[in-house]
């Protein structure tokens, strides 16, 4: 072999290793497939800074920030409407390396969805404040008045709402999640329906186990692209390692083959004996889903 021979193997081998080296950073530095977040409300610490420190005490990639209480104000009880405050939370999040996953508006719970007038304030101002710090999903529960089971007939007056808060949702670049008790096949119609790609479906495996459906056959159902983000526990009663109506693994290789990816966020699944005890529990039900998702 001549010099130039060797000088080219050489260079070659020099450009192998910086390849091999920057594609080993990049998916180093690459979030898993699947992200683990607990809920801010749901943890004690509804828009508490302090939520951050704990969320990842208990070992979560991510947050859940609730937009505040609804009541009969005009809007949710939100100190994040607040831009200093925006900047401290962000700054917290950073700080602790918990992302804020999405905004929730679980003031819908209990409120109507269907029936309160100020609903485009209220979605708007989540939509606002979701621009503003950067955060891309929201999730929107239509709740036990707007149950669209036991109330069908409000169906007409939702359809055209969610269309307006699609548009809202889509003109500003992100997604509202939607949570229904309906069955996948009429989630996929109620999305056929609203129209909008600013509107998506926010599934909750303890609504499939509640009215009979398997878990994995309603995702596959809904399909990939009509899936925002997933709360992955049960109601309360055991901790999900301990839960035989919901089959871990078999869910997440129906995720795999499904080619979906995101954020699995935990709400409840408490063991009854301490339901109080939030870092008895969410650590658990957080540590488990690392198990199984990330093979941590």
């Known amino acids: 072999m001549n010099n130039l021979q060797s000088s080219r193997l050489r260079a070659l081998i020099v ?109 708007g101002d989540c939509i606002t404040t979701m621009q503003e710090m950067g955060i891309k999903t929201a999730f929107l529960p239509l709740g036990i008045n707007a149950d669209l089971l036991k109330r069908p007939e409000l169906r007409p007056v939702i359809v055209e709402r969610l269309k307006v808060i699609g548009e809202m949702a889509r003109k500003a670049g992100v997604v509202i999640g939607i949570e ?10 109620l999305l056929k329906d609203v129209n909008s790609k600013g509107i998506s479906i926010y599934f909750k495996f303890a609504n499939a186990i509640k009215y009979g459906r398997n878990i994995s056959e309603e995702l596959k159902t809904l399909g990939k692209k009509n899936i925002c983000m997933i709360h992955c526990t049960n109601e309360d009663g055991v901790w999900l390692q301990n839960d035989k109506q919901v089959d871990l693994p078999s869910i997440k290789q129906t995720l795999d083959k499904m080619g979906w990816k995101g954020w699995l966020v935990v709400e409840r699944s408490r063991d009854q004996t301490r339901p109080t005890d939030v870092k008895y529990n969410f650590s658990a039900n957080v540590a488990y889903l690392k198990k199984i998702f990330q093979g941590r």
């Not at 898993?32 to 749901?42: G, K, Q, W």
């Not at 309906?182 to 996929?188: E, G, V």
């Open 15 to 123: 450009v192998s290793l910086f390849f091999a080296l920057f594609i080993t950073q990049v998916y180093a530095s690459a979030p898993p497939r699947y992200r683990i977040a607990v809920v801010d409300l749901m943890i004690l610490k509804r828009q508490k800074l302090s939520a951050f420190d704990l969320a990842k005490e208990l070992g979560a990639d991510g947050l859940e920030v609730d937009m505040g209480g609804l009541g009969n104000r005009l809007t949710f009880s939100s100190q994040l409407s607040n831009r200093y405050i925006q900047q401290v939370f962000l700054n917290k999040s950073r700080e602790t390396g918990v992302q804020i996953s999405s905004l929730a508006m679980t003031g819908f719970f209990g409120q109507s969805f269907a029936e309160r007038e100020t609903y485009q304030k209220m979605v």
């Open 180 to 189: 229904t008790t309906l069955a996948a096949k009429d989630d996929l119609q």
